[in-house]
């Protein structure tokens, strides 16, 4: 059973930066596509940001582009989100996400994706 543990979260000031870190354990770790996504209060969870399972090509909603880059390290089963230009709007709890399937460009729907980590909280002060 693959497990996945968020870490890096907390509290930044607006135009900061943050980087969040996505350990995973068990199954195979690099076959797997690996996602983002972030849950902002009363709100849906949306799809914030995708890789490979090569590390090769990434993908990232739009609200996002050009201030947030995801990278993994498949030698330390680790996918990391670096956050920069932070704005109050980012502010969610963020989740690690992986696929079994290694289609690509992955479904940004949260049923689209098999396995979850336990979120970390982000929040940027405006």
């Known amino acids: 059973q693959v497990q996945l543990v968020e870490s890096g979260g907390g509290l930044v000031q607006a135009g900061g930066s943050l980087r969040l870190s996505c350990a995973v354990s068990g199954g195979t770790f690099s076959p797997k596509v690996m996602g983002w996504f972030r849950q902002a209060p009363g709100k849906e969870r949306e799809f914030v940001a995708a890789?490979?399972?090569?590390?090769?090509?990434?993908f990232y909603t739009d609200s996002v582009k050009g201030r947030f880059t995801m990278s993994r390290d498949n030698a330390k089963n680790t996918v990391y989100l670096q956050m920069s230009s932070l704005k109050a709007e980012d502010t969610a709890a963020y989740y690690c996400?992986?696929?079994?399937?290694?289609?690509?460009?992955?479904?940004?729907?949260?049923?689209?994706?098999?396995?979850w980590g336990q979120g970390t909280q982000v929040t940027v002060a405006s």
């Open positions: 890789i490979s399972w090569d590390g090769s090509t990434t």
């Open positions: 996400a992986a696929r079994v399937s290694r289609s690509w460009p992955p479904a940004v729907t949260t049923s689209s994706w098999t396995y």
